[in-house]
């Protein structure tokens, strides 16, 4: 197999699943972004915002480009969204993602052991997804990519939907990812918060108290990681809104990228590949 190139984009499924119809405009992928610089071997996946309806730009390229300063290779998810696709689907995307980027490791030379998430608001939803529902691989498979695990090593929270429940819940996303009918099984399965366990592993996370999408939403993950014993940072900035992407723009919250990158640092995901 040819390994991917800087900016090349492949699809997340093959032809033949059953999960997507792959002639479909917004067919779900992967892009990939290299640093130009000397490669740390570490990987992220980058999961946009935009409510399961949409995904923002802003969140996407200049984020993995970011990830790219600091030595990472980002890997820029496109996943499924509604119109007309619904859970479980955009958490199956997020899982063939962190398999499909364990499977090309080798040929591009990281490390299939550091395979970070980071994702903004509904993106942060579904980064908190991969991370509180993964599977192992299956032996099994016929397709070798399932043969990988889906947990990631971190997760990046920035502004996140964490729960569906009142008060703190955000509605907009909870329609678009489980319908108006959605039952209390399901808001409870999809309120990440209450699906933490020792297994989890360590999160950041960026808030603002001001954040229309509520600040109880990291709060909350906070407290179920802490219960766990579970590695965590959290900031809470003062102001900033929502939406602020990288943060250059705000005077509150534009510190958050040299903090992740500090705590990146701290969990040894900016070391080099060990030869």
Not at 63 to 81: D, K, P
Not at 255 to 268: E, F, I, K
């Amino acid at each position: 197999m040819t390994p991917m190139l800087d900016g090349e984009t492949k699809p997340l499924w093959p032809k033949n699943s059953s999960e997507v119809l792959i002639a479909h405009a917004d067919a779900p992928s992967l892009t990939l972004l290299q640093p130009q610089g000397p490669s740390c071997g570490a990987s992220v996946i980058v999961c946009p915002g935009g409510g399961y309806g949409a995904l923002a730009p802003h969140e996407a390229e200049p984020v993995g480009r970011w990830l790219n300063s600091l030595g990472i290779t980002a890997w820029i998810l496109r996943y499924r969204l509604h119109p007309p696709y619904r859970h479980p689907a955009m958490l199956h995307d997020a899982h063939r993602a962190v398999r499909l980027v364990r499977a090309a490791s080798g040929e591009l030379h990281l490390d299939a052991e550091r395979v970070g998430i980071l994702g903004f608001s509904a993106g942060g939803h579904l980064a908190a997804s991969a991370a509180t529902h993964f599977t192992g691989g299956n032996s099994m498979a016929e397709d070798g990519i399932e043969l990988y695990s889906t947990r990631p090593s971190l997760a990046i929270l920035i502004y996140p939907v964490v729960t569906f429940k009142p008060p703190f819940g955000h509605e907009g996303s909870g329609h678009n990812l489980l319908g108006p009918d959605a039952t209390d099984d399901q808001i409870h399965l999809m309120s990440n918060h209450e699906q933490v366990t020792a297994d989890t592993p360590p999160m950041f996370m960026v808030h603002t108290a001001d954040d229309p999408v509520c600040v109880e939403n990291s709060l909350l993950m906070s407290m179920a990681l802490s219960a766990n014993k579970v590695p965590f940072e959290l900031h809470v900035y003062e102001a900033g809104g929502h939406g602020y992407g990288l943060g250059h723009d705000s005077p509150f919250a534009s510190p958050w990228t040299a903090q992740c990158a500090h705590w990146l640092h701290t969990r040894g995901f900016l070391s080099p590949i060990a030869e």
